[in-house]
């Protein structure tokens, strides 16, 4: 019989050091309740752009790479949001890479800077998003 600890060890290590965060904001985004228009709103900083680049920049191993961005896609995708959910019919493609680049920031939350986890994070933190506090007060550390 597998311990259940174990095995949601070595579930999340696919994702890396950080696993357990991400699993963790994986499971936040899909358990509801976020308001997505204001995640697209807080998401809209000049800081963005940059930040999407920096988390770009970092190199890491192509498996996790993959399960990080799978995971944050298919949380996306689980939501099942469709355009007329946005009052603009961008802010759906917004939310998408609102979601994958702040999956990265958390997986990378030790590895990328503390204002870069903050930009990519704090649209879901001000939805009460814990684990996203947690990846910024980790990041913050480091």
């Known amino acids: 019989m597998t311990d259940v600890s174990t095995a949601s060890e070595a579930a999340n290590a696919k994702y890396g050091p950080n696993g357990d965060l991400v699993s963790a904001f994986i499971n936040a985004l899909t358990a509801g309740g976020l308001d997505w228009q204001q995640v697209v709103a807080d998401s809209r900083t000049p800081e963005r752009r940059s930040a999407i680049q920096a988390v770009g920049d970092v190199p890491w191993p ?7 961005d799978k995971a944050g896609l298919d949380a996306f ?41 903050r930009t990519l994070l704090q649209p879901f933190a001000n939805q009460g998003v814990a684990v996203a506090h947690e990846a910024i007060a980790r990041a913050s550390q480091g």
Request: positive net charge; glycine residues 6%.
């Open 77 to 117: 995708a689980a939501l099942g949001l469709s355009r007329s959910d946005f009052s603009h019919p961008l802010d759906l493609g917004a939310l998408k890479v609102a979601i994958s680049a702040a999956s990265k920031a958390v997986a990378l939350c030790d590895r990328v800077g503390a204002d870069v986890v």
């Open 62 to 68: 192509a498996p996790r790479l993959a399960a990080v």
